[in-house]
């Protein structure tokens, strides 16, 4: 088979295997790579990476003062810290947070400015790329990745700090240990309040939705196996009704897509509201729910069952008053929002999945949003025969771009 046709590697089967996810040998058996394993690691991952950061000398950051702008250098789960850093810095932090996903920095970065270069494997070419060109424009450098490798030498060549990040899986599932050191950098800095409690609690509940989501349990009281069975055969729509909860709804899309290789629709509830809340009323939406036969037995097209839209929505109540007034849009207009489209969904029959945050600090709430769905893209990508941890088509995409 020609390697290049785009199915070399290529397994799993279109139907969904329901027996699989009951039978917690089979499941071990089908995560050879054993990604369902670390995913249950995060809350190890904020302890560690939290006593990882205070072991390595951040004080240097702080000795110029408050820098004029912060650019978080990575891609994929890398740069997807430095969404974190913005939600949890929140609309009152004194500076710019920026995440920068392309190779380089940004042509107005210089020595006024930070830069955190993120890379799990640590030779990332756009980490590489932004770690050299704040290097040499003299900017804040901050490396965060894998020790000994060629980001840790770069940070040792412009007497940078370096964080290091050990490397036990795939960086999509090292989310925490890579954003606990980009949170504490910026705390060093000033631009976040976040505290060891904060990080404790979040451990602990990552902690706890790890134990909902074992493979032991079966799917009626597991969450995440009940989120992948409702996902099943579905385009899934994933909206966050504040700006924490949108930062949980890409990193659901992100996991859909590598883990379970599903596609998704995700975003902000708002910007939503302005234009994709129609694909309610489309093909996959009130359209094909308009032309089922509510009587049939569910079983009935398991074959060749119907594409449906499946709405997710990840709702945020925030945590204070204050918090209502920094964030310019009310609380209570995201809620109304929300409750809004829910209806309009079930107005339309479309299926309602509703993950709701719970925490006292808003990483908390963060982790409460993207535990269940991390365990969820595993579940359903397993169900169709997938390996979470091996995916041919980005194997295939990096040697086709490799120079």
Not at 64 to 83: F, I, K, L, S, Y
Not at 178 to 202: H, I, M, N, S, Y
Not at 268 to 279: C, I, N, P, Q
Request: net charge negative; proline share 6%.
């Amino acid at each position: 088979m020609n390697p290049l046709e785009g199915t070399a590697g290529v397994r799993g089967h279109r139907e969904i295997d329901l027996s699989l996810l009951d039978n917690a040998e089979a499941l071990a058996a089908s995560d050879p790579g054993g990604m369902l394993r670390a995913t249950a690691s995060a809350g190890a991952q904020v302890r560690e990476a939290a006593t990882l950061a205070a072991e390595t000398d951040l004080s240097a950051l702080a000795d110029e003062g408050r820098p004029r702008a912060v650019v978080v250098a990575g891609v994929g789960t890398a740069a997807r810290t430095g969404d974190i850093l913005e939600t949890v810095a929140g609309p009152r932090c004194p500076v710019p947070v920026l995440a920068h996903r392309s190779a380089g920095i940004p042509g107005w970065v210089g020595a006024a400015d930070v830069v955190i270069a993120v890379s799990a494997s640590g030779r990332s070419p756009e980490a590489l790329a932004a770690a050299e060109a704040a290097g040499r424009r003299g900017a804040r450098l901050v490396a965060i990745g894998a020790p000994d490798t060629q980001l840790h030498a770069l940070a040792d060549r412009f007497r940078a700090p370096f964080i290091p990040v050990p490397r036990r899986a795939p960086a999509r599932a090292s989310l925490w240990g890579l954003t606990v050191p980009v949170l504490l950098a910026a705390r060093q800095l000033g631009l976040v309040k976040v505290t060891e409690a904060d990080f404790a609690e979040t451990a602990t509940r990552l902690d706890a939705d790890a134990e909902r989501c074992r493979t032991q349990l079966e799917s009626f009281v597991n969450p995440g196996k009940s989120l992948a069975l409702d996902l099943a055969h579905s385009v899934p729509i994933v909206w966050g009704s504040s700006p924490l909860a949108t930062v949980a709804a890409r990193r659901f899309g992100d996991t859909l897509a590598a883990n379970a290789r599903y596609p998704a629709v995700v975003g902000a509830l708002g910007e939503a509201g302005r234009g994709r809340v129609g694909l309610l009323d489309g093909v996959y939406g009130g359209l094909a729910e308009d032309s089922r036969d509510i009587f049939a037995d569910p079983g009935d097209d398991d074959d060749h069952p119907a594409t449906r839209l499946r709405l997710v929505l990840l709702r945020d109540g925030g945590l204070t008053a204050d918090e209502e007034e920094a964030d310019g849009e009310p609380v209570a207009v995201e809620e109304r929002r929300a409750e809004a489209v829910q209806e309009l969904a079930e107005r339309r029959g479309v299926r309602v999945s509703l993950i709701t945050a719970e925490g006292g600090s808003a990483l908390e709430r963060l982790a409460s949003l993207v535990a269940v769905p991390d365990f969820t893209s595993i579940y359903l990508g397993l169900a169709h025969g997938f390996d979470p941890m091996a995916v041919p088509a980005v194997s295939e995409m990096k040697d086709l771009v490799s120079p």
